[in-house]
């Protein structure tokens, strides 16, 4: 069995900074990419940052509102993604969910995993 888990969420001041991390562990043979979603009350799940492991360079995607402020990065030996997020607004508050493309061993194909999610809330 393959599973992600999260860690390192929490509640920060606006302006602050937190680590998130999210572990693969179990049958994992190859991981095609990994990423962060979060998901706000009310609002769709959406895509905040993403990487091959295996691209060239390594070069991460953002979405525009995280652009500058989070950064995405991959430990490859460990099968560990982190997403380190400064200057933290408000509008980051939401349920953080990391994401990968994982073929177990035994499997032909590709196969999507989530995290449990970890609650981020930035207040005052």
């Known amino acids: 069995q393959v599973r992600l888990v999260e860690s390192g969420g929490g509640l920060v001041q606006p302006g602050g900074s937190l680590r998130l991390s999210c572990a693969a562990s179990g049958s994992v043979f190859s991981i095609n990419y990994m990423g962060w979603y979060r998901q706000a009350p009310g609002n769709q799940r959406e895509l905040v940052a993403g990487?091959?492991?295996?691209?060239?360079?390594?070069?991460?995607d953002y979405r525009d509102s995280v652009k500058g402020r989070f950064t995405i990065s991959i430990d490859n030996a460990d099968k560990t993604q982190y997403l380190q997020m400064n200057s933290l607004k408000p509008e980051d508050t939401a349920v953080y969910y990391c994401?990968?493309?994982?073929?177990?061993?035994?499997?032909?194909?590709?196969?999507?995993?989530w995290g449990q999610g970890t609650q981020v809330v930035v207040s005052p």
């Open positions: 990487i091959s492991p295996s691209a060239p360079g390594g070069i991460a």
């Open positions: 994401y990968a493309r994982i073929m177990p061993f035994g499997r032909d194909r590709f196969v999507d995993y």
